[in-house]
């Protein structure tokens, strides 16, 4: 399998966020992928190794992913061992390939090595290491023919070094091009070569406060927790004159530059960033290694962390500021919303199907968490659908909200005041503009709403009155917007209990024809396997009649994720060995999901060992389909699927997913109140491809 190689054809082509989404692309696949820098700038690495490797989990030994240090590199190419250079990256590179299935290398930076050790190099090391050759460039500041002009000039190059090209990826792009380079690019590429273009992205083109602290080394005074360090800057502001009329330069996300015994700028700057009549602040420099007075510094210590940063840097403000001018954007281990931005882009716009077939990988059975999560976004963007979140002030609901549109997973709305959820958003620094967000109480839709709950509840007692009221709760007003096709699923339970989340659903919704339950299933997702495990959240002591519907509905929603159900109705004995009411309701539950599943591989009652070890399995159950190779675990009642299900994600460190609700008309999810950010983002593109069963009206 060859292994491909990654460069920039120029710098600042943006190499990085292409790498990234190549990476994300590969590691979906059951391969072994290795990554590789030829040149980084120390022993440690580099910014772009570390991500690649706190992310994907590679296994494999630090001094493989480099082949030698940008000292070495310049060192050996001076003393005109050019020759000696390339056969050291080699011994690297191949001791790595001999560790991975295929590699992903990713090529020297312009800007960190002697000019020998660009272009020309890179072409070198793809050819001499064997790779398909994937070059970078930006359309960035070009009209567009220049930039047609710049890919015939790289395309050029490459061919005259022999390179072996597989794909050309055209970054940074102003959108208004995108069409026409497409268009335009096609008839004077080869045939065979693959061609991606993408967008400029306003996240990617500006630096953190974090990049360039760290560029500067400066040191923290104030404030500055993970995500305050994460926020963009847009610009920044060297504050020399009287406050009035500085306020007047501070724009949104700038950072500001001024002398540590500018008390008057530092104060009006923290005041600035707390009003809502000025712009957000990103951060403060005070120059010249001075603190601020003791008084002013107690009072910065006093503040909120995720509040503006103060930093100071030893140099003067004009050093200062042209050393901050020459920082740029990069990606970051952590920064969560650079990363998500990155892979929205290539998600968009790189043909992963595409991709892959060109590399010939070859797909197995493993399946990883990673792989798992990111199959769930890509069915989820492969036909978006609408997904209501009632817990708009929530701050976990509005970061996954952000990294949900920045991967365009689906059309959102959030539930609750406008003002205070804007207001929450810019104190958070996030952008959820493209989100929209409706307040139950003022909604031109509550009544429409309270006629229909009405009509649905009044043979229980309901009144009008109290339908309209109903409206105003949240989770009753998300379920109403379900219900009457306004959106296609919900998302709740962060801050709600599961009661609040699923007992409207259960009002409105109602079950599936031919269902007669709804319950839950956790998609554990363990390090080369996703089992599905029903129900762990919702029926505490189901019957044998339940018991079999969730059998079923359970494999249905497995085979709805992609994994072939082979279920386990789990019981303490096997077979026919065990007396006693529990087990003959779990063997009452066999025979009547047999007779409503007949095609169904299905075993019971099993033991766990016995459905997941082959060796018990032939012993105990020996020619069964099912033992050994159980995929789908159905508990006898909640208290053993509940505690089984957590001992298994603390002691195997497995992902558990959910709980997923099954078996109502349309999907409604909920979550748990400790659930963190990618838990809501795996949650609502679960419950988006739930959505999109049955042309999206019904769903697992």
Same mark, same amino acid.
């Given at each position: 399998m060859q292994s491909l190689y990654i460069m920039g054809a120029e710098p600042d082509s943006g190499k990085s966020v292409v790498s990234l989404g190549i990476m994300e692309i590969l590691a979906a696949v059951n391969r072994r992928i290795g990554f590789f820098r030829p040149v980084v700038p120390e022993p440690a690495g580099d910014d772009l190794t570390s991500l690649i490797l706190q992310r994907y989990g590679l296994d494999l030994a630090p001094d493989l992913l480099f082949g030698c240090t940008a000292e070495t590199a310049r060192r050996l190419s001076v003393e005109g061992r050019y020759e000696t250079l390339l056969k050291l990256i080699l011994d690297k590179f191949k001791r790595l390939e001999e560790a991975s299935d295929m590699v992903v290398c990713v090529g020297t930076d312009f800007s960190r090595v002697a000019p020998a050790l660009?272009? #020309? @190099?890179?072409? #070198?090391?793809?050819?001499?290491?064997?790779c398909l050759s994937l070059p970078v460039l930006s359309g960035s500041e070009r009209t567009l023919e220049q930039t047609l002009d710049a890919m015939?000039?790289?395309?050029e190059s490459l061919g005259s070094r022999g390179c072996d090209l597989l794909a050309m990826v055209v970054n940074r792009v102003p959108e208004p091009q995108l069409g026409p380079l497409r268009q335009r690019a096609r008839p004077l590429l080869p045939e065979?070569?693959?061609l991606y273009a993408l967008p400029e992205h306003p996240s990617l083109g500006h630096p953190t406060v974090s990049e360039v602290v760290r560029r500067l080394g400066a040191v923290p005074l104030a404030g500055g927790d993970d995500h305050a360090l994460t926020q963009l800057v847009g610009s920044f502001r /060297?504050?020399?004159?009287?406050?009035?009329? @500085?306020?007047?330069? $501070?724009? #949104?996300?700038c950072l500001i530059i001024t002398p540590g015994d500018r008390s008057d700028i530092i104060l009006a700057s923290l005041l600035a960033d707390e009003s809502t009549g000025y712009p957000r602040v990103a951060g403060l420099l005070l120059t010249g290694g001075m603190d601020p007075a003791p008084q002013l510094l107690r009072l910065l210590e006093g503040r909120d962390a995720?509040?503006?940063?103060?930093?100071? /840097?030893?140099? #003067?403000? @004009?050093t200062t500021s042209l050393a901050v001018s020459q920082v740029r954007p990069t990606l970051l281990p952590g920064d969560e919303r650079k990363i998500a931005a990155a892979l929205g882009l290539a998600d968009s716009h790189i043909d992963a199907g595409e991709l892959r077939q060109r590399l010939a990988l070859r797909h197995s059975k493993r399946i990883t968490p990673l792989m798992f999560e990111y199959e769930l976004v890509r069915r989820a963007r492969s036909r978006r659908r609408h997904i209501v979140l009632p817990e708009g002030l929530d701050e976990r609901i509005l970061r996954a909200a952000e990294i949900l549109a920045l991967r365009d997973v689906a059309e959102l709305t959030l539930l609750g005041e406008p003002e205070r959820i804007w207001q929450q958003a810019s104190e958070l620094g996030l952008n959820v503009e493209q989100v929209a967000v409706i307040d139950p109480l003022d909604s031109e839709w509550r009544e429409t709403f309270a006629n229909e709950y009405y009509e649905l509840r009044r043979h229980k007692g309901l009144s009008w009155q109290m339908a309209y009221d109903a409206m105003a709760d949240v989770s009753y007003f998300g379920t109403m917007m379900v219900h009457m096709g306004m959106a296609d699923g919900m998302v709740s339970g962060a801050a709600h209990t599961t009661q609040q989340t699923i007992r409207p659903a259960f009002e409105i919704i109602r079950t599936r024809p031919g269902v007669k339950l709804v319950s839950s299933v956790f998609l554990m997702c363990l390090p080369d396997q996703v089992l599905v495990y029903g129900d762990c959240a919702v029926n505490p002591n189901p019957d044998a009649e339940q018991l079999a519907d969730i059998a079923v509905t359970s494999a249905e929603t497995a085979r709805m994720f992609g994994i072939e159900p082979r279920v386990a109705m789990l019981s303490y004995s096997t077979g026919e060995s065990g007396k006693g009411a529990d087990v003959e309701r779990v063997r009452a539950a066999v025979r009547i999901a047999r007779e409503r599943a007949p095609e169904l591989k299905l075993e019971g009652p099993i033991q766990y060992d016995?459905? $997941?070890d082959t060796h018990v399995a032939r012993s105990k159950l020996p020619g069964s389909e099912v033992a050994g190779h159980a995929s789908v675990f159905i508990f006898p009642d909640l208290n053993t699927g509940n505690n089984t299900y957590k001992a298994v994600q603390r002691s195997a460190g497995a992902v558990a997913i959910g709980p997923v609700l099954q078996g109502l008309n349309k999907p409604v999810n909920?979550?748990?109140?400790?659930?963190? $950010?990618?838990d809501i983002v795996n949650t609502v593109a679960i419950t988006a491809i739930q959505a999109q069963g049955d042309g999206g009206q019904g769903g697992a």
């Open positions: 660009t272009f #020309d @190099f890179n072409a #070198d090391l793809a050819n001499n290491l064997g015939g000039l790289a395309l065979s070569l693959l /060297v504050a020399a004159m009287e406050v009035p009329h @500085f306020l007047d330069y $501070v724009d #949104d996300g995720s509040k503006v940063p103060v930093f100071r /840097v030893p140099d #003067d403000t @004009f016995a459905a $997941v909920d979550l748990s109140r400790g659930c963190t $950010v990618t």
